[in-house]
């Protein structure tokens, strides 16, 4: 079994800062790309930002120059730094993993269970 584990979302002000985090954890032989999605209410999941094993990142257009994306990959564990933050990032922030289990498994896609970002005054 593996399990994706968000943490650190909450309420802040517009302008303020928040980071969250994701742990990977259970039967994981490598994990390979990694990324941050979000679902604003009424609307479609987005792609956020995504890293891969070896440090690569790709951001939204709408998030470029205020979030950075980050992993540890002895921990197995992925970071958003959010950054100037506005209303409109409010959304339930998705982490994904790309992993294998075993070295003879494909990678799958494990998705965590989400972690809600409110930016309001």
């Known amino acids: 079994q593996v399990q994706l584990v968000e943490s650190g979302g909450g309420l802040v002000q517009p302008g303020g800062s928040l980071r969250l985090s994701c742990a990977a954890s259970?039967?994981?032989?490598?994990?390979?790309?990694m990324g941050w999605f979000r679902q604003a209410a009424g609307n479609q999941r987005e792609l956020v930002a995504s890293i891969t094993r070896e440090g690569t990142t790709n951001y939204a257009d709408s998030v470029k120059g205020r979030f950075t994306i980050s992993r540890d990959n002895a921990k197995n564990t992925e970071y958003l730094q959010m950054s100037s933050l506005k209303p409109e990032d409010t959304a339930v922030y998705y982490c994904?993993?790309?992993?294998?289990?075993?070295?003879?498994?494909?990678?799958?896609?494990?998705w965590g269970k989400g972690t809600l970002v409110t930016v309001s005054s």
């Open positions: 994904k993993a790309v992993l294998s289990s075993s070295r003879f498994s494909d990678p799958m896609d494990y």
């Open positions: 259970g039967s994981i032989f490598r994990v390979y790309a």
